[in-house]
């Protein structure tokens, strides 16, 4: 009899505890949650056959010349090339609508894959570093010719000072110190 109940317990254990602490599962689902029955193995099989037609679709996929990314390149060549020059004003509205902006050539580099879309990164990245790098040289030189411009109106006024005091030259002033 008592063997019996030792195996009994070792075998709930077994079954349900060293299941639990091996494999814990999550907290139970709330009540109003349905679960969703289990898959035969045709839906299963229709499933598989389904995603692997998306997943080489995706990679066989041309990319047509609607949606190729630096057409609009080749285009204006041809309209140089064939048209005629009648009124320049046309001419340049016409290449500022025919220039994809940069969230469509996204746009249409995300569309192409990755292999379209890591060049139209890097063009991004690269113009804003660029224009960075171009602030920061213009910040610098408009700074220091400020500073160049307010040094020689402290000089000037230095002279004028000098000027009509009459003494002659004197000792420049210490500068007063510094409150930082």
């Not at 066989?60 to 190729?68: E, F, K, M, S, Y």
């Amino acid at each position: 009899m008592k063997f019996r109940v030792v195996c009994r317990k070792l075998y709930d254990y077994v079954r349900y505890d060293l299941k639990e602490i091996a494999f814990p599962s999550s907290l139970p689902d709330p009540p109003h949650i349905k679960k969703r029955p289990k898959l035969t193995w045709n839906d299963r099989w229709c499933i598989l056959k389904e995603a692997t037609r998306l997943y080489g679709a995706s990679w066989v996929r041309n990319i047509g010349p609607d949606l190729r990314p630096n057409d609009y390149k080749k285009e204006e060549a041809k309209d140089d090339d064939s048209g005629s020059n009648t009124s320049s004003g046309n001419e340049k509205k016409d290449k500022r609508s025919s220039e994809p902006s940069v969230l469509e050539d996204l746009a249409v580099a995300a569309r192409g894959g990755a292999e379209t879309l890591k060049p139209a990164l890097r063009r991004i990245y690269m113009t804003r570093a660029s224009t960075y790098t171009n602030a920061m040289k213009n910040f610098v030189e408009t700074y220091q010719e400020g500073l160049k411009d307010q040094l020689e109106k402290a000089d000037d006024g230095e002279g004028r000072k000098e000027r009509q005091q009459g003494d002659g030259p004197t000792k420049p002033q210490p500068p007063p110190p510094s409150t930082s």
